[in-house]
């Protein structure tokens, strides 16, 4: 799992076998030992509402991800467009971004052609 923090955002991107680990109901997790100050911890996991949450501290960070989005999302893989929430915080609003690696998914699944229905018509 890699994992972006950059201001009032917070982009996590995992591979396909994390991706297969989740969806069997695993607990994804990264740590980092920053020697004195202790362990910075955040987990991934699927929950069966509607909404990402994020739940814990600064040093342990959970965020639970709606099962039935992730699955919507595995099942249009490989794409670019993984998911997006505005998570609401007490200060200020956080956007959350989750995304399966594309290049990951292309060597898993193939390359997904499009149906005719898809297609774009240029006349």
Known sequence: ???QIQSQS????IDESELAR???GEVLENQTWLGTPGVLSQRLQLHDTVE???DGDAHTLTVKLPREDVLALQARLPCRDGLSFALHTQAQPLQLQFDVDVRD???QRGVQRRSSADAVSLS
């Not at 917070?10 to 991107?13: A, G, H, M, S, Y």
């Open 1 to 3: 799992m890699k994992i």
């Open 10 to 13: 917070l982009r996590l991107r």
């Open 22 to 24: 989740l969806l069997a």
């Open 52 to 54: 990402a949450l994020l």
């Open 105 to 107: 998914s292309v060597r």
